[in-house]
């Protein structure tokens, strides 16, 4: 039995310079058939000029980009069996959205349109609306009559260019699973850029965490928000705690961390750094994961829990969850979510609580790392 490939995308070796600037480092890179992939990093660290090499809008300044079994890298765009959806929408406004769609059947000859197009628009769900013009219809219409443009082409490769940028959040969120749900229902293999890790989470089956031209983690979403590799990762998606600790011990299938005195254990599966006895290791811990209690009732906390000490510095009540930032010898800003349900009413700043959360929530990073990597970056764009 042969299993179709021709829409697997290969990067071998892929680099682009600007001059004496690198863009892209040597890149090996591959998207197999029928997934969603998302390129995804802050402005500037290359994702946009990978896409554009697969595109063939850019050409490589060393390594191959293939197809399938097909070497596509002096091929020009139109040669190529990909399709690219921008950020503009570039609709054409004299035409209606039907003739938007038929636009590339038409080009290429085809006689009978009305059934192709008609399908398309079915799946992009603005059926109802095939003899407006683009400036009847809302941003998220737009980018639902560009991803069917594209997509009538029958390309083997969608390549997504922030497609939603323009949108507002709430449209945004829906655009994502619409998306995904279109992705699903073709089949095709969709390689999304994007700026915005809950975009990325959301759609993608796959992600690559891109930083200064270098992919620092690919993985599926969960993999990477729960086992980040680097100290980038971890910031780039979500955010972490990071305490500096150094390695006391080995016991069984754990490494256990001295950090301001008191010890942490951290599962060795789940340690990216070496872990060598007096060696220095960053231990990580999300937000969610960790439960605050009032330091006069520390002796509630169960045994076997990571724990550490601090004070209340800061509190915001945000609906679903109130956020804590807490000063801690072991790290002056410790964030705390904590879902609203049975607070206690005791934690306000000024308190002494115990921080505490399963060792199996902990993940170890090398300390040789910047901290402060990839801090505030998503986020703040992503608003
Ligand atoms: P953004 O989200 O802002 O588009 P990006 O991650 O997609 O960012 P790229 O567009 O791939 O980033 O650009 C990567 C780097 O290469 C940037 O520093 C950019 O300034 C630089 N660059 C891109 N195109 C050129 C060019 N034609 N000449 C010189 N430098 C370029």
């Not at 994007?194 to 993985?219: I, K, S, Y």
């Not at 971890?234 to 972490?240: C, Y």
Request: with cysteine; charged share 20%; glycine share 10%.
């Amino acid at each position: 039995m042969t299993t179709d490939n021709s829409g697997d995308v290969r990067l071998s070796g892929i680099s682009k310079t600007y001059g004496s600037f690198t863009a892209v480092h040597p890149l090996d890179l591959t998207v197999p058939q029928g997934s969603f992939f998302a390129l995804l990093g802050a402005s500037g660290c290359g994702k946009t000029t990978t896409l554009r090499m697969i595109a063939g809008l850019e050409e490589p300044s060393s390594g191959t980009v293939h197809l399938g079994e097909q070497d596509v890298t002096h091929l020009p765009p139109y040669k190529r069996p990909v399709n690219t959806v921008f950020q503009s929408y570039a609709l054409f406004p004299h035409l209606d959205i039907f003739e938007n769609v038929a636009f590339g059947l038409r080009r290429r000859g085809v006689k009978s349109v009305k059934k192709q197009v008609e399908e398309m628009l079915e799946l992009v769900q603005l059926g109802e609306q095939a003899r407006k013009k683009p400036h009847q219809l809302s941003g998220g219409q737009q980018q639902r009559v560009a991803v069917a443009r594209a997509l009538i082409n029958h390309p083997k490769v969608l390549l997504l260019d922030e497609p939603l940028g323009a949108l507002d959040l709430k449209l945004r969120r829906q655009m994502q699973l619409e998306l995904k749900r279109i992705q699903t229902e073709v089949g095709i293999t969709f390689v999304h850029v994007t700026h915005d890790q809950e975009e990325a989470m959301t759609m993608a089956d796959t992600v690559a965490v891109m930083n200064a031209g270098r992919v620092e983690q690919l993985g599926a979403p969960t993999d990477l928000y729960e086992n980040p590799q680097t100290t980038f990762v971890a910031n780039f998606l979500g955010t972490s705690n990071l305490i500096e600790a150094e390695v006391d011990s080995r016991s069984g299938e754990d490494v256990v961390l001295r950090a301001g005195g008191g010890k942490l254990t951290l599962p060795r599966a789940r340690c990216s750094a070496q872990a060598t006895t007096g060696g220095k290791v960053l231990v990580g811990v999300r937000p969610e994961k960790i439960s605050l209690t009032h330091a006069d009732d520390a002796g509630e906390i169960p045994d076997g829990r990571n724990r550490i000490t601090g004070r209340i510095a800061d509190s915001s009540f945000i609906g679903v969850s109130t956020q804590y930032v807490i000063d801690s010898p072991v790290c002056p800003e410790f964030e705390v979510y904590a879902q609203n349900i049975d607070r206690d009413p005791r934690l306000v700043p000024g308190t002494e609580v115990v921080l505490h959360w399963n060792p199996a929530h902990t993940f170890g990073l090398d300390a040789a790392q910047d901290i402060d990597a990839g801090v505030g970056t998503v986020g703040e764009e992503a608003a």
